[in-house]
Nanobody
């Protein structure tokens, strides 16, 4: 059974940075395409960024372009999300999702989800 576990969330001031990590276990994590989604209080879940299993193709939501960067280490089975220049509107629970097929920004295309990690941007 595949498991995804997020870490790295926390409280940060506007303009600050955080690095989230998604650890994939249960099967070779290198075979999974991964995406980050987020859900703010009272709002629907929204796509943040996706990366293919090779780490060559990425897709970012317009709201995070040039501020967030996704990378992966297939030897360690981890996918990291570096978040810079954080804004209050980035406050949300961030979820890591994985699937053997590349689903891009389609949340319904991901079979495996982590429990989420809270990111709060506030002064």
């Amino acid at each position: 059974q595949v498991q995804l576990v997020e870490s790295g969330g926390g409280l940060v001031q506007p303009g600050g940075s955080l690095r989230l990590s998604c650890k994939i276990s249960g099967r070779p994590g290198s075979s999974y395409n991964v995406a980050w989604f987020r859900q703010a209080p009272g709002k629907e879940r929204e796509f943040v960024v996706a990366i293919d299993w090779r780490g060559r193709d990425t897709k970012y939501a317009d709201s995070v372009k040039r501020r967030f960067t996704i990378t992966r280490n297939n030897l360690r089975n981890t996918v990291d999300l570096q978040m810079n220049s954080l804004k209050s509107e980035d406050t949300a629970i961030y979820y890591c999702a994985g699937d053997e097929s590349y689903s891009g920004d389609r949340g319904s295309g991901y079979d495996y989800w982590g429990q989420g990690t809270q990111v709060t941007v506030s002064s």
